[in-house]
């Protein structure tokens, strides 16, 4: 009898060892120790790029002429403006000390003038387009923060009209539905260095009608280091992340934005202030997620 009651202590006891390993196990894969590559069980990771290569399913040059800025974007990684190296992407400005011709078009048809400034800007458009779910990049600008950089990590509506026009439904003009904008990270040079934007366009309802400021706030960060940058559909709501931790809010703002959505990265050079050395944006990856 004294055996098998010892016999039996020892099984309990062995149980609930048992149980405490998997439930720790199960927390320490939960617990965002991967630098939030992987999902948890509330979403499922339908798009990932980690830049071990350019991948032209995932992405696709941009080339057009917005906000007045004083670059020109080339394809194809002319001048290494979209360099993918080390696993990471590196879109960049650069000036390459000469003017040259540029084949940006703004939305009224006018030509960019001859600069000597070229960047990188990649969509994923007409490759990987989402409606609502969870978009996130780990990301960091190199080096110091100076007047004039404008990089940005953002999503836009894919019925948007601006090129690469490739679909017959791409006819909606920004910022309306199916036009829409989100900006994820953006940071203004000429506004000082620490800090990014994040927040939505609100459409005013006409064609290029868009209300910048009033959905969006400024959040400090260290620029240089790698973060990550995402917004989330949490019911109506739009919830901007930093590192995972909440830091902005679009309360019932999400319907707004039912359309399938599509991602840039990009680097401008947004006023005529001087720049000194290359700027470089360094991605080291994206996703999306879709709630299960």
């Given at each position: ?32 120790t991967?630098n ?20 032209p ?14 670059q ?26 000469k ?42 600008i190199q080096?110091?923060?100076?007047a ?9 509506g894919?019925?948007?009209n601006?090129p ?12 309306l539905?199916g ?114």
């Open positions: 009898m004294k055996k098998r009651k010892i016999l039996s202590i020892l099984l309990v006891g062995l149980t609930v060892i048992a149980v405490y390993l998997f439930s720790d196990i199960s927390v320490l894969e939960s617990s965002g991967d939030g590559v992987k999902g948890n069980s509330e979403w499922d990771i339908d798009f990932f790029d980690d830049f071990d290569s350019f991948n399913d995932n992405w696709q040059d941009q080339r057009i002429w917005v906000n007045n800025e004083k020109c974007y080339v394809p194809d990684n002319q001048y290494g403006t979209r360099e993918v190296s080390e696993g990471t992407l590196k879109i960049k400005v650069i000036n390459i000390g003017k040259i011709e540029c084949d940006n078009m703004d939305k009224h048809g006018n030509q960019h003038p001859e600069t000597s400034y070229i960047a990188g800007r990649i969509a994923s458009k007409n490759r990987k387009e989402f409606v609502k779910g969870k978009w996130t990049a780990r990301l960091r080096g110091q923060s100076q004039s950089m404008f990089p940005a990590w953002w999503i836009l894919a019925q948007n601006e690469p026009v490739q679909e017959p439904d791409e006819n909606i003009c920004w910022p539905t036009s829409g904008e989100i900006d994820i990270f953006e940071h203004h040079g000429d506004y000082g260095s620490g800090h990014y934007t994040t927040g939505a366009i609100k459409s005013l309802g006409e064609c290029d009608k868009g209300d910048w400021w009033s959905l969006r706030t400024s959040a400090d960060t260290i620029l240089s280091d790698f973060n990550t940058y995402s917004v989330e559909w949490e019911g109506s709501d739009l919830v901007y992340r930093l590192n995972d931790k909440e830091v902005y809010r679009n309360e019932g703002l999400g319907d707004n934005y039912p359309e399938p959505m599509f991602a840039i990265l990009n680097f401008a050079k947004i006023t005529d202030s001087p720049m000194d050395g290359e700027w470089v944006m360094e991605v080291d990856w994206v996703k999306h997620e879709s709630r299960i």
